[in-house]
């Protein structure tokens, strides 16, 4: 049913085409030529000029064969992390890893691949669903930027799938975390090391102090906090005036995150104020939390997709963010699926190629069913 081979290749090609957050272009205009040929109707909206991006966020339309059925959301995100500039994939003993300087990119090409087998075996095979809706995003990476900054006009479709997950296909994510990231900037006053140190106030201790104050990792079992950069200092003769730190803090629990989060920011203004200090602190929120309930047609349509292809059904909560989060803020009804991603963000990253065959598989079928199930 699947052509293992041309999922594989499709596959590789993508992976060896650089598309690291914010210079997703080249992988763009390949895809678009692609879905071009497959015969989708392709637009690429304003998003990377919102953000200051190579290109934005593409969404291409596929008019169903059966046209009384609701359109469905298919969607994967183009960019990589770092290191992801010269990806050489290697095939050894059914399974894909870059040979090990860079990351494979699996996370979510394998995503888009899967996608875009899926629509060939449809076609190839003539089986009948209703319109197709993709969204490829730039810059999800970077705190789902291109997610954010959609044209939610352009899309008809109220319902789908993103597939950008580590599980076994059959596993969805049904609830994930809300973030926010925290900055702020302290500052000291500036003094030679040597000769008058006592006249400075060190920027840098006083941040060591305020992080030393927060209880950081995971919190329970829904909440996690970090401090993940922190820069400053000129000189080692110099008492450093300003210091930046960046952290975050995660939550399923909305109210949870806001309170973890104002007690980190409480932290470092009041340890700045006490040692003499400034603290000027921002927060954002880059994404709220989802939690999908048992009766979500998505969860119900890939049941039973799975189901029919007797795999296990599996819905988990997961501790990261996805493009899933966003669409379900916007009010559409879209579950994370997993594709069997493995080691992701590091260089030891690999995917199966049974489990891109697998998973190709079970989306063609969720695809068939979705005529089955009113959105």
Known sequence: MINTERLLQQFLALVKIDSVSGQEKKLAEYLKDILSGLGFNVNEDDAGEKINYSCGNLIARLPGS???????????????????????????????????????????????AIILEA??????????????????????????????????????????????????????????????????????????????????????????????????GRLDEETTANIGTIAGGKATNIVPETVTIQGEVRSLTDAVRQQVTRQMVDILQSTAAEMGARADVQVETLYHSFHLSPDNPALVLAGRAARTLGLPVVHRSSGGGSDANVFN???????????????????????????????????????????????
């Open 329 to 375: 803020q916007h009010g559409l009804a879209v579950a994370n699926l997993g594709i069997a991603m493995q080691k992701v963000h590091t260089t030891e990253e690999f995917i199966a190629v049974q489990d891109l065959v697998q998973s190709t598989a079970y989306l063609v079928e969720i695809i068939k069913q979705a005529g089955d199930i009113t959105p």
């Open 66 to 112: 059966r046209t009384d059925l609701a359109p469905l959301l298919l969607s994967a995100h183009m960019d990589t992390v770092e290191p992801g500039r010269g990806v050489d994939p290697v095939l050894e003993d059914g399974i894909v890893r870059s040979r090990g300087e860079t990351i494979l990119g699996a996370d979510d090409k394998a995503g888009i």
């Open 119 to 216: 629509v060939r075996v449809l076609q190839e095979q003539k089986i009948p669903h209703g319109p197709l809706e993709v969204v490829l995003t730039v810059g999800e990476e970077q705190g789902l930027l291109g997610a954010r900054h959609l044209d939610y006009s352009l899309l008809t479709a109220r319902w789908g799938y993103v597939l950008d997950c580590d599980g076994q296909p059959g596993t969805l994510i049904v609830r994930a975390p809300s973030q926010d990231r925290i900055s702020a900037t302290i500052t000291g006053r500036a003094a030679h090391a040597g000769i008058n140190p006592e006249d400075g106030i060190n920027a840098i201790y006083v941040a060591a102090r305020a992080i030393n104050r927060m209880k950081l």
